[in-house]
Antibody
Framework: QVQLVQSGAEVKKPGASVKVSCKAS????????ISWVRQVSGQGLEWMGW????????NYAKNVQGRVTMTTDTSTSTTYMELKSLTSDDTAVYYC????????????WGQGTLVTVSS | DVVMTQSPLSLPVTLGQPASISCRSG???????????LHWFQQRPGQSPRRLIY???KRDSGVPDRFSGSGSGTDFTLKISRVEAEDVGVYYC?????????FGQGTRLEIK
């Protein structure tokens, strides 16, 4: 069955960077792109961007563009989301999800990774 | 960006009664292939979101048939025919037609 397994919780200081991984299994990795979605505690879902697992093409949300980089490693079926220049506003649960634009294939989510930014 | 506006934001429902959530998009959601990529997600407390409905009205595998989606143009609706205790959580609509992908604010369903 399709699974997306994310890396563990992180605690970072303001100004630092964080890199979260999302390892896929149960399907052909390059057939589907991965979106990253974050959720501040008690708030809604915020789409951050999408990366094609086939071409590496990315599309980022404006409010994180310039600070976020999404990449894939086809040899390990893993997608990475790196966010730089962290502030307390970046404290959230980060999810990877197999979904994208014009995509109605079965939708799967990772378990979420809590990133806490605190001095 | 396509703004997705949900209502109500809070929905208290008696067990066994129906529930309805509205989602309005700021522009049409017809993709270049003619499909409408308007989806509904459920997020139960402490869990990752789960897609319930895709392309307006198609139920995902394993989703109870008490959930249904409808709509056209810029107005879409998620209906639950008879609310059960396991339906408690937050429901989001999402458009996957235009970059950037956008979500509604979420509707919190609770049992009265």
């Amino acid at each position: 069955q399709v699974q997306l397994v994310q890396s563990g919780a992180e605690v970072k200081k303001p100004g630092a960077s964080v890199k979260v991984s999302c390892k896929a299994s149960g399907y052909t990795f390059t057939s589907h792109g991965i979106s990253w979605v974050r959720q501040v505690s008690g708030q809604g879902l915020e789409w951050m961007g999408w990366v094609s697992a086939y071409t590496g093409f990315t599309n980022y949300a404006k409010n994180v563009q310039g600070r976020v980089t999404m990449t894939t490693d086809t040899s390990t079926s893993t997608t990475y989301m790196e966010l730089k220049s962290l502030t307390s506003d970046d404290t959230a649960v980060y999810y990877c999800a197999r979904m994208g634009l014009g995509d109605s294939g079965s939708c799967h989510w990772g378990q979420g990774t809590l990133v806490t930014v605190s001095s | 960006d396509v703004v997705m506006t949900q209502s109500p934001l809070s929905l208290p429902v008696t067990l066994g009664q129906p529930a309805s959530i509205s989602c309005r998009s700021g522009q049409g959601l017809v993709y270049s292939d003619g499909n409408i990529y308007l989806h509904w997600f459920q997020q139960r407390p402490g869990q990752s979101p789960r897609r319930l409905i895709y392309e307006v009205s198609k139920r995902d595998s394993g989703v109870p048939d008490r959930f249904s989606g409808s709509g056209s143009g810029t107005d879409f609706t998620l209906k639950i025919s008879r609310v059960e205790a396991e339906d408690v959580g937050v429901y989001y609509c999402m458009q996957g037609t235009h970059w950037p992908i956008t979500f509604g604010q979420g509707t919190r369903l609770e049992i009265k």
